[in-house]
């Protein structure tokens, strides 16, 4: 039977790219939650992992290099009844992103955010990402990367992320579980999601996530945040699963909704004063 998130189109991808792959996962993730199209909206940025949405069959808005955060809070707090999900790739995300994605953790929107993972920048053909690995030669970095990369997960969990996971695509079943439970966490969730460019990055092939990574297994803790951090400074291999949940901790748009409702006074006005309010708006009369 069709999925019904599939929006049969060609795409720019090339063949064997990874983003295959991803695509399939998360569309069998919405499928099986049973999510209403009404209901659900995609945001992204700029790249070809960002192009994801397109190829869905979904409502998405697609914003500029690095900004898909702010209008996905932004449409969450407006309609906190729809499910927002955020797509993009490690460029965008943590490269032009990088402000928007520490001040996002730390405003906790109920907000879903995939990352496509391919330790490349495989829109513009080939440059070093934040998450590149040492030594990797592109054809910008001619002598090989000689910076540390980022660790997105231990950033994250330092920040106390309320939901911070890793999946791959050659683990699709286990990345499914990993989306789908990410969907329905309530806070701000990341899905780090290792995935092949076969074109830039010929050094993390498909042979290559499956050969250097593995399942975290059932004796991890992931409500223990110390443990989660240590989990996720391991490398060679790079452990898949769920690293942390935090379900306590308050979520963003819950704590705008009584100043919308009126229930508590403006922060403006609590900070100046209703006497000073009230006698400026009176001499504006």
Same mark, same amino acid.
């Given at each position: 039977m069709d999925n019904i998130f599939d929006y049969k189109t060609d795409t720019a991808w090339c063949p064997g790219c990874g983003n295959f792959g991803l695509r399939k996962i998360v569309m069998s993730a919405l499928a099986e939650l049973e999510i209403k199209k009404e209901s659900l909206v995609f945001v992204s940025g700029i790249g070809?992992?960002?192009?994801?949405?397109?190829?869905?069959?979904?409502?998405?808005? +697609?914003?500029?290099?690095? @900004?898909s955060l702010p209008p996905a809070a932004g449409i969450k707090a407006a309609n906190p009844n729809l499910t927002v999900v955020v797509e993009s790739g490690d460029g965008d995300m943590?490269?032009?992103?990088?402000?928007?994605?520490?001040?996002?953790? @730390?405003?906790?929107? !109920? #907000? $879903?955010? #995939?990352v496509? !993972? +391919?330790?490349?920048?495989?829109? $513009?053909?080939?440059?070093?990402?934040?998450?590149? @690995?040492?030594?990797?030669?592109?054809? #910008?970095?001619?002598?090989?990367?000689?910076?540390?990369?980022?660790?997105?997960?231990?950033?994250?969990?330092?920040?106390?992320?309320?939901? *911070?996971?890793r999946g791959s695509v050659g683990e699709m079943e286990k990345t499914k579980e990993i989306i789908k439970a990410a969907i329905k966490h309530r806070g701000f969730s990341l899905? !780090? *999601?290792?995935?092949?460019?076969? $074109?830039? +990055?010929?050094?993390?092939?498909?042979?290559?996530?499956?050969? +250097? $990574?593995?399942? #975290?297994?059932?004796?991890?803790?992931? @409500?223990d945040r110390q443990a989660a951090f240590s989990k996720a400074l391991e490398s060679s291999p790079w452990p898949l699963g769920v690293f942390y949940i935090n379900e306590n901790k308050p979520v963003f748009e819950e704590e705008l909704a009584p100043y919308a409702s009126g229930d508590r006074k403006p922060l403006y006005m609590r900070a100046r004063g209703e006497g000073l309010i009230k006698e400026l708006l009176s001499a504006k009369k």
């Open positions: 070809q992992a960002a192009k994801a949405p397109q190829y869905l069959d979904v409502n998405y808005f +697609n914003g500029l290099h690095g @900004r943590y490269g032009e992103g990088g402000n928007h994605f520490i001040h996002a953790i @730390r405003r906790n929107p !109920d #907000i $879903t955010v #995939i496509h !993972d +391919n330790m490349v920048y495989g829109l $513009t053909k080939g440059q070093a990402s934040p998450t590149t @690995r040492k030594g990797m030669k592109t054809p #910008i970095q001619v002598n090989g990367v000689f910076e540390e990369p980022i660790n997105p997960l231990a950033l994250a969990i330092s920040l106390d992320a309320s939901f *911070v996971a899905v !780090d *999601v290792f995935q092949a460019c076969v $074109t830039f +990055n010929k050094l993390n092939t498909h042979k290559w996530f499956k050969e +250097n $990574t593995y399942v #975290i297994d059932e004796s991890h803790n992931p @409500r």
